[in-house]
């Protein structure tokens, strides 16, 4: 199961944390991505991170102000948000599957078998 949470408030320039917690997690869902869909917009791949080895991948349109991490005792992934913009605002939501994808694959929603429930971050002008 994966509870993505974090979510909020925030003004222009401001920043937030997403926290995903991907309990029973026990080896099986190796790959987490961080993905965001706006209202009437399609699903959008934010970030991606490999359990084991890290190996943070960005979409350009956050590369340089997010940062995506992992607390493997723990088994949350997050997602650092800097110098947010109204169009960061969106709900998050956390996916996870059991191997790495390909770089051209990663942004593909349907590659992944497990979400979390998504969580709404709302950035004012």
């Known amino acids: 199961q994966l509870q993505a949470s974090g979510g909020g408030l925030v003004q222009a320039g401001g920043s937030l944390r997403l926290s995903c917690l991907a309990s029973?997690?026990?080896?099986?869902?190796?790959?987490l991505a961080w993905f965001r869909q706006a209202s009437g917009k399609e699903r959008e791949f934010v970030a991606s991170?490999?359990?084991?080895?890290?190996?943070?991948v960005y979409a350009n349109s956050v590369k340089g102000r997010f940062t995506i991490s992992r607390d493997n005792p723990k088994d949350t992934v997050y997602l650092q948000m800097n110098d947010l913009k109204p169009e960061d605002t969106a709900v998050y939501f956390c996916?996870?599957?059991?191997?790495?994808?390909?770089?051209?694959?990663?942004?593909?929603?349907?590659?992944?078998?497990?979400w979390g429930q998504g969580t709404q971050v709302t950035v004012s002008s």
């Open positions: 029973g997690r026990q080896g099986n869902s190796n790959f």
């Open positions: 996916a996870a599957r059991q191997n790495r994808l390909v770089l051209s694959e990663q942004g593909n929603p349907r590659a992944y078998g497990w």
């Open positions: 991170i490999t359990w084991s080895a890290g190996m943070p």
